[in-house]
């Protein structure tokens, strides 16, 4: 029976099966009715060493192809500096539990406080928890919090400038959860304010969710909304990306009372879709409602400062079914990660970041212009990815990209498609993508 | 041991109730307290919401137990003890001395489905 | 361990950085965005340098406890070893550099790992089929009962709004029954710790959407009468649920799918060895039988006639998306690799290893702990304080002197159905050394319970930080660094 991950001698089975008092491993069940014991062979493959699994894992590489990444969607290609997956893989922090005992748990502990410190500075909050699922996920449960901070609601808006993905998710939770929908559509590539209007007029809103920036890439210009929302006694409500709160206008400028979003954005790779990071910040005022884990400074009894799982009186294993949510964790290692990136680019490092993707995204919207292929979509503001009209079919161009080893050109919806640059890309990589496409009209 | 005061109306659920003509003075009894440990938090309603007799109307944090409260009389809530937002330790210092709410009766008659303190006391030695 | 005092914040001194990047040649600046979309002042993040950022989280880090500092008994939370090997599968660029929206010919090889996962964990629950989208335990939760409603409601059942939830449940149960609109009705637990089937039978009606269960339950005990509980809750018309967070002891051995379970969530963070991370990222994939396979989330991977694999978004009558993407993939590719080095052979070995660590320290520490339910255990078991009550230690007590001795504490006050529970889960990756040396210092604590109760209630003593003032904590919470002081 040896094998790497199992300590066990015969001899030590032996001794351990005497003091229990069994003969066998098998007697170890003999409380299980025989019928449900499982006594086949599992079809799947026999042991393999490390080498083979490597091997195994290089072979299924290879039916992927790496691209060159001018998509953003949700999903954002920024630079990752060295020194987070060193960090990130000291085992103290990668194999522990939830910090349930602080007294050994100060490490993960203390990285919270500094990640909940770093999200409300960008956010403009007062408060946030140790981190989400994903952004989606953040999403759906702001729409929650919303409907029990407001008692006697039953309405959530969301703005149809939000991605589909997350629309998607907040869908799903909000038909299970008993929660009516309503959609604040886009007008000019922008969240309406006059629809927003008249579905607040409609009353019984709990509250409004509208992105930051939304799934054109144009940063949205809330002004009125807060104060529409709040007029109506609702919750305002704001989808961003943290990296762009660095430069753009924060959530608590707008007037927000929650922020929910993915940090992806924040250094983390691509990786398929995950893990990433969901965020969920608020107003003090609704601490009490916020879901999942928060920590807070305290001191011990020696008057050493430490820091603890707090309010927990929220959750699920003292209030199971009356919890503000059934969320039990975080993505913790991923908060780590973006705490150790947003403390080695500070405020200058994230806001050159911006500057380098704006520069980067504004060279190339100009220079896509003049392939002939596309004509502008919207006039509005954006930051580092923006929506384009294709002028002949979208896959075509997409697929065309594709040859040459680049992903962009996604459509977003008929005929407008999507392009998003990060730091990563040089002008260089600009200038071939572009000559490339003029060729391709030509 | 906990204490109870005599005068007042007890629930099942721990809620003590004193008359001022009309309005019923509403608190958590002293046997609550003990229970809960050190209370961190008191989730307290707003002045104008309704409730009916034996409705939810908030709760009692402690960090490790939460506790719902139940209304147990009918009736629009005029006046809150602000105090307990920045100090729930009142209820641990004298559990009868700190109210939490103020309910104006739409029926008191229901105050006499209520105990008082001799029942109550026998209520909680069985508990 | 060594106490560390300082925040990365204060490290900071105007004009350090941490940071490379290029140099900015571009004509376009943030500058010419209107004036009422940008931030009006930049945000107080920490200007460190790099060897600042390395000091300080390696500090932090040597404050912390995990599986490879130490035995961490863990109940319900299956602290097993976290290979390294699969750290560095999932580090491969050639996985970490792929974009979630890539189209499908690009991603081969993703979408067959997605695929052979899911029929890695069918073969090992017995169940049909799989979605590896959910990121956690509790989020399969949810997802699953999510799919349970989606059936009743497509067969037009819609009445079905109750669950059933035994009184040991995880307190996540009933909290994910509520996210999805259910309401909880519980059913008792026997004096030996099982679920009391006599006060089953009467809550079994046309409003039962189902029953959910874990099993072995949270006390570590079998549930012996499974097969007649489905068969009733079947007979009801109402699905089960299987949690599977206590899943460990029963692979290779038993099968849900074969229990009569028809919807399971797995923690790959617990029974495939990922790393639990500090509290996340974990994966909660939900298996179903058969008659339930379109009601799973979306997207799906769909596999075509010629073996190409492609991403579906409807197909069926699927409950929803349920995430972002398709789920914490790298967490995916950890609970594949470990899959494939134990292989077939080693993956019955599991179940069996973790129960007898168990029922190997119960039966060792019994005599000074005490055992409320004597029965032979799963993975795991619970105490329900110590035997000799005299001497007013309580599991705290305990479970903070096992941290003086280099162990991290066993799961305490959990389940409820105790007052002084202390729950231990060794894990079939631990040496007989290691638990001996645990039982030892268990008897230890036993005996200082008695000689030097007061080293007891004011452990812990050798730790960085000592025990907390929780209360002011939660009466004054402080949630950042700038409520400081």
Known sequence: MAFAYFPHTEDDVRQMLDRIGVGSLEDLYSDVPQDVIYRDEFDLPDAMSELEVRQYFEGLAEYNTSLFCLCGLGAYDHYSPAVIPHIISRSEFLTAYTPYQPEVSQGTLRYIFEYQSMITELTGMDCTNASMYDGATAAAEAMMMAMASTKKKTRVLLSEGLLPQVVGVVKTYAKFNGVQLGFIPCQDGQTSYGALAAELAAGDVAGVLVPGINRYGIIEDMTGFADAVHAQKGLYMVYSDPSSLAVIKTPGEWGADIVCGDSQSLGIPLCYGGPYVGFLACKKEHVRKLPGRIVGATRDVDGKRAYVLTLQAREQHIRREKATSNICSNQSLMALYVTVYMSLMGPKGLREVNELSYGGAHYLHDRLLETGLFEKAFDKPFLKEFTLKALVPARKIQDALMLIGVFGAVEVEEGLVNFCVTEKVSKENIDAVVEYLKELEA | ?127 | MKYYDKLIFDLSKAGRQGYSLPVNRWENSVSELPAGLRRSAAPALPEVSELDVVRHYTNLSQMNFGVDSGFYPLGSCTMKYNPKINEEIAAMPAFAGLHPLQPYQTVQGVLRLYKDLSHALSEITGMAEFTLNPFAGAHGELTGLMVIRQYHMSRGDIKRTRIIVPDSAHGTNPASAAVCGLEIVQVKSKANGLVDVEDLKPLLDDTIAGIMMTNPNTLGLFEKDIKEIAALVHDCGGLLYYDGANMNPLMGVVRPGDMGFDVLHLNLHKTFSTPHGGGGPGAGPVGVAAHLVGHLPVPKVVESEDGTLQIVDAEGEPCGRISGFMGNFGVLLRAYTYILMLGKQNLKMVGPLAVLGANYIKESLKDCFELPIESVCKHEFVFDGLKDKSTGVTTLDIAKRLLDYGFHAPTIYFPLLFHQAIMIEPTETESKETLDGFIEIMKHIAAEAGSDPESLKTAPHTTPVRRLDETTAARQPILRYKDMN
């Open chain 2, 1 to 127: 041991m906990a204490k109870t005061v005599e005068g007042l109306y007890y629930s099942e659920s721990h809620e003590w109730v004193k008359v001022e003509g009309n309005v019923a003075v509403i608190g958590i009894t002293d046997f609550a307290q003990h229970a809960m440990g050190d209370l961190s938090y008191v989730d307290m309603p707003e002045v104008d919401d309704e409730f009916e007799a034996g409705e939810e109307f908030g709760a009692v944090e402690s960090v490790k137990a939460a506790s719902d409260l139940f209304c147990p009389v009918s009736g629009t809530v005029v006046e809150i003890n602000e105090e307990l937002e920045d100090a729930p330790e009142l209820l641990n210092q004298d559990a009868f001395a700190n109210w939490i709410m103020k309910v104006e009766m739409s029926d008191p008659s229901e105050l006499e489905g209520l105990m008082d303190a001799a029942a109550y006391e026998a209520m909680c030695a069985n508990e």
